[in-house]
């Protein structure tokens, strides 16, 4: 299985053979080291050499195709979604019209605790179709790199069916690569209003050793929220969680300085996400660590809340990670064109810093950086084709419209 792409316009995320990056910090955002006028080599499904058409490849290779003004990049790495979910709540969108805020409609009763009864009558079966649908437009929209969380169930049966259908997801489409989160913590529900302390002991003594006995998970998250869990919740789950090998990955600063950006980071979270709610003093912290800050500024846009700080945290030299949070409330998009159109247009990052943070820098907060993110000599050859278009900053600025013309994911072209 071989294929040579040549006459490419531009080359995006390259690696240069000394460099093979882990993730991509502050003002190298900046640049997208890229080739103009490319060829690449792709054999057995993996990245075998690149360059440019000025020292054309001496492959001897039948498979060509010619990729005349257009662009190839690496598939997008989205690292937060909640896109197993049994219905919509439109009728809550219009109520924030009406005035209502989202923590407003979570305190009636709305919001999650909303999409957790429809997850709990949902049967298996179905919840997988739907889930696979969206799936397969995500894919569609580019993105071959996916995080999925549970947090819809909140009871023990209700999370293991979540995390049984996220299973089957990634048995069902080994070509996408699929990471798990265990987020029991995601709202107190209902019979544990009163209850917290029997919720926690219920998702550490009951839910969590479970979900780790059938290898059901990847991470371990928690809303560390105020209303939802508290700083002192947190610890608890994130310890119990580590005892089973889950390292947290949480929901962090989204409505109020929380507090969560510093217990992600004392517990050496993957990434803390959301960070609407982000000062100096959580900045700092996230400098002193391994933590990747990721936004979701998609959940910002589609609450009418105001944005995350991302020039001061780049230019504070912070690897920034742009994820869709796909969710039936606060984000009911995975359209990682568009992310990056908001990216560009309300927290003021240029295109090569939005595509930094939507490729190797979101491949490094699902811990895939040395398989997928860039294009790197032995990296799965996992490419987006665009369709013809004048430079990069296409991409965010033709927003609402699909730039990719075609895929390759294994090296096989979609
Ligand atoms: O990341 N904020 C917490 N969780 C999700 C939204 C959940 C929901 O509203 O259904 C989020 O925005
Ligand atoms: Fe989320």
Not at 335 to 347: D, K, R, S
Request: net charge negative; charged share 20%; hydrophobic share 40%.
């Amino acid at each position: 299985m071989h294929l040579l792409l040549i006459n490419i316009q531009q080359l995006c995320q390259v690696e240069t053979a000394e460099a093979n990056r882990q993730r991509v910090n502050g003002t190298d955002m900046k640049t997208l080291p890229s080739i103009n006028n490319a060829w690449l080599y792709i054999e057995n499904g993996r990245i075998h050499s690149y360059g440019s058409m000025d020292e054309e490849p001496m492959i001897d290779c039948n498979d060509i195709i010619d990729l005349h003004g257009k662009l190839v990049l690496p598939t997008w790495c989205d690292s937060h979604t909640h896109l197993v979910f049994a219905a919509p709540r439109e009728q809550e969108f219009v109520d924030r019209i009406n005035g209502l805020s989202y923590e407003e409609i979570a305190r009636r009763g709305g919001g999650i605790l909303n999409s957790a009864k429809r997850l709990n009558d949902i049967d298996e079966s179905l919840l997988y179709d739907q889930s696979l649908k969206r799936l397969h437009e995500v894919i569609a929209q580019g993105t071959a790199a996916i995080e999925i969380k549970s947090g819809y169930g909140l009871n023990l049966e209700g999370e293991l069916k979540m995390l049984r259908v996220i299973r089957k997801l990634k048995e069902q489409n080994p070509h996408i690569l699929i990471k798990s989160s265990f987020l029991a913590a995601h709202a107190y529900p209902v019979d544990y209003k009163q209850d917290h302390d029997g919720y926690l002991n219920l998702i550490i003594n009951t839910m969590l050793p479970k979900v780790a006995e059938d290898g059901l998970a990847d991470y371990m998250d928690v809303f560390c929220e105020e209303g939802f869990f508290s700083v002192a919740d947190t610890e608890r789950l994130l310890e119990a969680g580590l005892k089973h090998g889950l390292k947290p990955k949480i929901h962090a600063n989204q409505l109020h300085y929380s507090g969560g950006v510093q217990v992600g980071v004392k517990y050496n979270a993957i990434s803390v996400d959301h960070l609407e709610c982000v000062g100096d003093e959580e900045i700092q912290v996230l400098k002193n660590s391994n933590t990747i800050p990721t936004l979701l500024p998609g959940a910002a846009f589609f609450l009418g809340m105001h944005y995350q700080p991302a020039r001061k945290m780049i230019d504070a030299g912070l690897p920034v990670c742009l994820a869709s949070d796909y969710n039936p409330g606060s984000c009911p998009s995975g359209n990682m064109p568009l992310l990056t159109t908001i990216a560009c247009t309300q927290l003021k990052m240029t295109p090569e810093e939005a595509i930094n943070a939507i490729t190797l820098n979101g491949a490094a907060a699902m811990e895939l950086q040395n398989e997928v993110g860039s294009i790197a000599v032995g990296k799965k050859a996992n490419l987006i084709i665009t369709k013809p278009m004048p430079s990069l900053a296409y991409v965010p600025y033709d927003y609402g419209n699909n730039p990719i013309e075609k895929m390759i994911i294994n090296g096989v072209v979609l």
